[in-house]
């Protein structure tokens, strides 16, 4: 048995909880989270999975929203390092996939940075497939990916 639990997050909820969210990926995912409720306000679709230990402490994330019509983009996910090598970044993608299936979107987009050796493999295992590269001047090379529902 995992001693975790996923539950699924509305997005009102990951607004009122976005300084907790923000304070995770500080230490899962370094990049600027300051005045994360902003950046998720106004958001379509938005809503997240959450790994919980027995204390309710986040030990996982998956965050995303509506950006094109009918496709949900995965926007943003992570677990802690104590809790990494355990599936559940594997669990969080396939309750998130599978919240998608049943809301009605016909695909599933997400990117990662070119290096991220970690997550590619992790997308190619829970079905997509790489759509694009992202190779905009100044900025990390991005692997595109789309997972048809
Ligand atoms: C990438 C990350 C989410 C994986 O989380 P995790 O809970 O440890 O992953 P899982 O245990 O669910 O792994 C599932 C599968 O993914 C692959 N995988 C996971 N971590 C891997 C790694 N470091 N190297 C290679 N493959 C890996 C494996 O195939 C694994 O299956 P296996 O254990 O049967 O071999 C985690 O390392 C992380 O948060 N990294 C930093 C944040 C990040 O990169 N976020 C994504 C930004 S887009």
Redo the contacts with the bound molecule.
């Keep these: 048995m995992p001693d975790y639990q996923i539950e699924h997050w509305d997005g009102p909820r990951c607004i009122s909880q976005a300084d907790i969210f923000a304070a995770f990926l500080d230490k899962?995912?370094p990049d600027d989270w300051s005045n994360f409720a902003e950046k998720l306000s106004g958001r379509r679709s938005l809503n997240a999975h959450v790994a919980l230990d027995g204390r309710g402490q986040l030990l996982?994330l998956k965050l995303g929203y509506e950006r094109n019509r009918g496709v949900f983009n995965s926007w943003?996910?992570?677990?802690g390092e104590e809790?990494?090598?355990?599936?559940?970044?594997?669990?969080l993608m396939a309750a998130q996939h599978a919240w998608a299936k049943e809301a009605g979107f016909r695909g599933l987009e997400t990117a990662?940075r070119q290096p991220?050796?970690?997550?590619a493999?992790?997308n190619l295992?829970a079905g997509y497939l790489i759509s694009g590269l992202d190779a905009t001047a100044g900025e990390p090379t991005k692997i595109l990916y789309y997972k048809s529902l």
């Design positions: 899962v995912l996982g943003i996910g992570g677990v809790a990494r090598g355990q599936g559940i970044a594997a669990a990662t991220n050796r970690a997550m493999i992790l295992k």
